[in-house]
């Protein structure tokens, strides 16, 4: 073997009768301050060495002497040589320091998290990425308060500046690896309290940056306050001039976007929370963009966190989406939500579809389960609600049909005779801007007199809210689906129909179905008004209503409506799942629009 160039040796690495392989390192020599090793260029033993330790050597001149060995037997003997378990002194100085992240070194942090209840950031994270496919950014960072604290206290106190960042793959199992790829980011309520720091919201900004480039859904833990006003590292007043915010708000119907709260949620976290698509909150959680300290700053008095925003509060009045009981049920729900954006499925059951027969009652007044019918439509299991607790009058929910993704609003008979009033409207309009940015189609299962009216209604800007319905729909690219189940009145009628009857794919009507320009009740009232005050008797003008009613009713029937072309066809229930994968068979995929946004409300 000899010199590949002028240099001076400094390290031997064999001795005579040594065994190496191909490639095996011989020795080490210096040139212009650099060290370069020299490589058997075969498998053989040493037979001679002709240098000695910091000689100095030409080009070309022979270091060491091999003889031709057994090329397994020489690679054999240099497995045993190299102790591959061997840790070097610089791969243990970083083990250490990841120590320092990890809740098993952590034992009086995780001990008093758990003690309230509640699980560690890694612990959400683990549960939520499937095994061994979350690689972490930014975990050696610490609090940027090295002016006011020691930094071994800073590793040991504030590991990854209370904020858990990377990628992992939610899912992977059912729809693969390319398509299960996530970005993850977890404020620690277990570090400063889940604050906003200089090097977390550095971080933040990193894998934002990461989601926009990847084209990857994002899930939130939130937990936490706002600002953190001990980093002292930085030569800044008010850190106002940061990405953070309009880069998750930026990602709003680019990808799916989940934010998930347990426990205190106040200020910057809840700014970030609130640009979510879907917030999940568990029972025990406190949300508001303003925690104890800036309302006593302010001078609107004092009050306990759990005061404020507390879960009942949010989950009636809109601002959760899925309100669960702890974090694990939390974790479960991101999943299943996420799925729908994910892709089809192959495996799939349903309830026995004849069973939709008698889903609606013989007796037109009488007030039925929608959640029940919707439940026995769709794919068994698959059906999950938003908004539960807000805008009673109507449901939306996602689901699936023969395991294809879809998106269900249906009008509740059971508040206000499935009236849309200001609160289903909004619901409404915001479901439908998040399936329309996603490329889920949209099933609507009718039964509604209409819009809801008076002057109290009228009061609560009834006008606004209500045509939101109208201008979303009439933007929408994914396909849309329309079956009538009883009532299919007025304009509430056609803006659960995208517009107006013949702008969905299909509109359908089940048997049970009863249509008119407004409620039939109501119809008869303005339309006969003279002839009801003609009657002689309460009792007269009582038979002669009923008899307007049942005669509005017939010709309001929904044979009748399909007879004038005024709906696509009158359907046996039972065959609605069919009409509906067929309707899917016959439409493209919408894909995601990337263009639009969903509205915060």
């Not at 990628?167 to 398509?179: M, P, R, T, V």
């Not at 309520?189 to 994002?218: C, E, F, I, S, W």
């Not at 009981?325 to 799939?348: C, M, T």
């Not at 008797?537 to 009613?549: P, Y």
Request: some cysteine; charged content about 20%.
């Amino acid at each position: 073997m000899r010199a590949p160039m002028p240099a001076k040796l400094v390290q031997l690495s064999v001795k005579i009768g040594d065994l190496v392989a191909a490639r095996a390192p011989l020795a080490v020599i210096e040139a212009m301050k650099m060290e370069h090793v020299v490589l058997a260029e075969m498998p053989g033993r040493v037979l001679e060495i002709r240098v000695e330790q910091n000689e100095f050597i030409a080009q070309g001149q022979v270091l060491i002497v091999l003889e031709p060995a057994d090329a397994e037997a020489a690679a054999h003997a240099a497995d045993h040589q190299m102790d591959i378990d061997h840790i070097r002194p610089d791969l243990q100085k970083i083990i250490d320091r990841h120590a320092y992240t990890l809740d098993a070194n952590r034992p009086a942090a995780v001990s008093k998290r758990h003690a309230q209840g509640g699980r560690t950031a890694r612990e959400n994270i683990a549960d939520l990425c499937d095994t061994d496919s979350f690689i972490e950014y930014g975990a050696l960072a610490i609090a940027a308060q090295t002016r006011r604290r020691s930094v071994e206290d800073l590793i040991a106190n504030t590991p990854a500046d209370g904020m858990v960042t990377g990628l992992g793959s939610i899912n992977g199992e059912h729809f693969g690896a390319e398509n299960s790829r996530c970005a993850v980011l977890a404020y620690d309520y277990t570090v400063l309290a889940g604050t906003q720091g200089m090097r977390n919201h550095h971080k933040t900004d990193r894998l934002l940056a990461l989601a926009h480039q990847l084209k990857v859904p994002v899930v939130l833990f939130a937990e936490g306050g706002g600002g953190r006003p001990g980093d002292t590292d930085m030569p800044i007043v008010a850190g106002l001039n940061n990405h953070t915010f309009s880069q998750f708000a930026a990602l709003s119907g680019k990808v799916p976007v989940v934010g998930i709260v347990h426990g205190r949620c106040f200020a910057g976290n809840a700014a970030l929370l609130g640009c979510s698509d879907v917030i999940i909150a568990t029972a025990h959680s406190n949300i508001g963009m303003s925690g104890p300290a800036m309302i006593e700053g302010g001078g609107l008095g004092s009050y306990k966190p759990e005061e404020i925003g507390p879960s009942d509060v949010q989950s009636s009045n809109g601002v959760i989406d899925i309100l669960v009981p702890d974090e694990a049920h939390a974790v479960q729900a991101a999943k299943q939500y996420l799925s729908y954006f994910q892709g089809r499925i192959n495996d799939w059951e349903c309830a026995d579809q004849r069973l939709l027969r008698n889903a609606i009652p013989e007796n037109r007044l009488r007030v039925y389960d929608v959640r029940k019918v919707m439940q026995g439509l769709v794919d068994t299991g698959s059906l999950l609600e938003l908004r539960a607790g807000f805008g009673a009058g109507l449901v939306t929910a996602l689901a699936r049909i023969e395991g294809r993704p879809v998106g269900v609003i249906a009008n509740n008979p059971r508040h206000l005779g499935g009236a849309i009033d200001v609160e289903a409207a909004d619901k409404a309009a915001r479901f439908m801007q998040l399936c329309n940015a996603h490329g889920l189609p949209i099933v609507s299962l009718t039964d509604t007199p209409g819009f809801m009216v008076g002057p109290d209604i009228e009061a609560q800007a009834q006008v606004r809210h209500v045509c939101r319905m109208f201008v979303i729909a009439a933007h929408l690219r994914v396909p849309y689906f329309t079956v009538v189940l009883r009532k299919g009145y007025g304009l509430g009628a056609q803006a659960m129909a995208a517009g107006g009857f013949d702008a969905p794919v299909f509109t359908v009507s089940w048997p049970t179905g009863e249509f008119g320009a407004m409620g039939l009740e109501g119809a008869v009232r303005l339309g006969y008004k003279k002839e009801l005050e003609a009657a002689a008797t309460d009792e007269e003008r009582d038979a002669l209503f009923k008899k307007l009613v049942a005669q509005q009713y017939k010709n309001g029937e929904a044979t009748n409506m399909a007879a004038t072309l005024e709906i696509d066809a009158v359907i046996d229930p039972a065959d609605t799942r069919a009409w509906l994968v067929r309707g899917l068979q016959s439409t493209k995929a919408a894909g995601k629009d990337g263009s639009s946004f969903v509205d915060t409300w």
